[in-house]
């Protein structure tokens, strides 16, 4: 049996400090699912700002703070937290750690 290249890498490797925007690294992207690391550092949306996406996104809190604010509710995440959004459900971030990166792992299906 002929084994595969794999290419390994550490979620945590790399994570870059950056208080004037947050940092995106694609971890895997087909026709039907696109996989993100995203490091923010203090960053939330702009006033008024809402995403409104076409596609499902599933979260995952690696570390750090952050809360969420869809049309009437948030939510606020913690370290290991897991959230799904479903597709076109207006939200935006309202608020991620200042001391420390939020490292957040992203799913857009």
């Not at 960053?43 to 995952?60: A, D, M, V």
């Not at 952050?66 to 290991?80: H, S, T």
């Amino acid at each position: 049996m002929r084994k595969k290249l794999l290419k390994k890498y550490n979620i945590f490797d790399k994570v870059i400090i950056d208080k004037n925007e947050e940092i995106f690294f694609q971890i895997f992207k087909n026709e039907s699912i696109r996989v993100e690391r995203i490091v923010s550092n203090g960053q939330k949306s702009p006033e008024n700002f809402w995403y409104e996406q076409e596609e499902n996104e599933y979260i995952l809190l690696l570390s750090g703070n952050a809360i969420l604010e869809f049309e009437d509710f948030e939510v606020e995440l913690k370290k290991g937290d897991c959230l799904n959004i479903e597709a076109m459900q207006k939200h935006r971030v309202k608020f991620t750690s200042l001391d420390e990166p939020t490292i957040w792992f992203a799913v857009f299906y």
